[in-house]
């Protein structure tokens, strides 16, 4: 595993965000474990994993993470602003096109179709953030009962993360004593 320099990191950040349109996680995730192989899959997961408990976009506290992880703050600075400074233009653009041509018949069909699509990123990645997690059964129980308690019972977000999240680490924590 190489360590990148910063301006390394807002290109490969700014590539990233250039194609993560429908969503930056999957090509995140893809650059940083498969391309560029400055984490491993478990790395990730990891970071993912704390991401999901601070406030603000997922992507974007894996962004910070990463870059304050190998630089600090210019590390994090870099990373960030090579993620959103296109997506930032391309958004305000498509924005202002919106407010000018969002009524036009069709345009409500177009945006369904990119939410299939979106859709299928969000559960390819998913399905390979929890292989990094299959090669443990006591993990894959968490993973279930976290997946049931959400998407079948619809129970709230918060307490069954926080809940099930104080259980997994601890079940981890007695794994590596």
Do not use: C
């Amino acid at each position: 595993m190489t360590v990148p320099t910063v301006g390394e990191m807002f290109w490969a950040f700014f590539r990233t965000g250039a194609r993560g349109f429908g969503g930056a996680l999957p090509w995140v995730r893809r650059m940083l474990v498969e391309e560029r192989v400055w984490l491993t899959a478990q790395e990730f997961t990891d970071i993912f994993s704390v991401s999901n408990f601070l406030p603000g976009p997922n992507v974007l506290n894996v962004t910070v993470i990463v870059g304050s992880r190998f630089h600090g703050v210019p590390g994090a600075l870099a990373a960030v602003l090579g993620l959103i400074a296109l997506p930032l233009v391309v958004v305000l653009v498509l924005a202002a096109l919106y407010a000018r041509f969002g009524q036009v018949p069709g345009i409500d069909a177009i945006l369904h179709g990119l939410g299939a699509a979106v859709a299928g990123l969000v559960i390819a990645t998913a399905l390979k953030m929890a292989g990094s997690l299959l090669r443990s059964p006591r993990f894959v129980g968490f993973l279930a009962v976290t997946f049931g308690a959400i998407a079948l019972l619809r129970w709230p977000l918060i307490p069954v993360l926080l809940g099930f999240a104080s259980v997994s680490v601890l079940a981890a924590w007695f794994k590596r004593a």
